[in-house]
Every structure is written in structure tokens, then in C-alpha cells.
């Protein structure tokens, strides 16, 4: 495959192997899907460990309810 190109005074064409460029093409989108997946997973466990921690102040907090409901009881 030829490619011409428009230089600063004059045309130059240059031979460019067509299977280099699609390996190199694929490969870097290779690398841009595998960074995109390692961004969507951290995204994913960031929001698991988030919803974890508010179920378990949510539960702190029910426990705490609780028992200040038992220590109103035992006064009466």
C-alpha cells in the first residue's frame, strides 16, 4: 500500500505494510479495552464496597435503635 504525503515543499510516497498497521491498530485498542475493563471493575467494586459499608452502618444503626429501645423498657 502506497501513501502519499503532502510535504512542506514536495510529494512524497511511502511503501506502508497494511498488516503491520492493522497489528498495530489492534493492538493498542487491545490495551485500550483492557484499561477500559480495569476501570469499569474497580468502578463496579468501589460501588460494592460502598453499598457494603452503608448496610452495615445501617445496621449499626438498628442495633443502636434496639438497644436503646430494651434500656427505655427496663426503666419501666
Known amino acids: 500500500m502506497y ?10 510516497c511511502k511503501e506502508y505494510n497494511i498488516v ?4 498495530k491498530e489492534f ?6 479495552c483492557n484499561l477500559l475493563h480495569s476501570l469499569i471493575k ?3 467494586m468501589v ?3 460502598q453499598k457494603s459499608y452503608l448496610n452495615l452502618l445501617f445496621l ?5 435503635n434496639l438497644a ?5 423498657q427496663k426503666k419501666y
Open 3 to 12: 501513501v502519499c504525503i503532502l510535504s512542506v515543499q514536495k510529494w512524497f
Open 60 to 64: 449499626k444503626t438498628e442495633i443502636f
Open 68 to 72: 436503646e429501645r430494651v434500656q427505655e
Open 27 to 32: 493492538q493498542a485498542l487491545q490495551k485500550l
Open 47 to 49: 460501588c460494592i464496597l
Open 20 to 23: 503491520q498497521i492493522c497489528t
Open 42 to 44: 474497580d468502578f463496579l
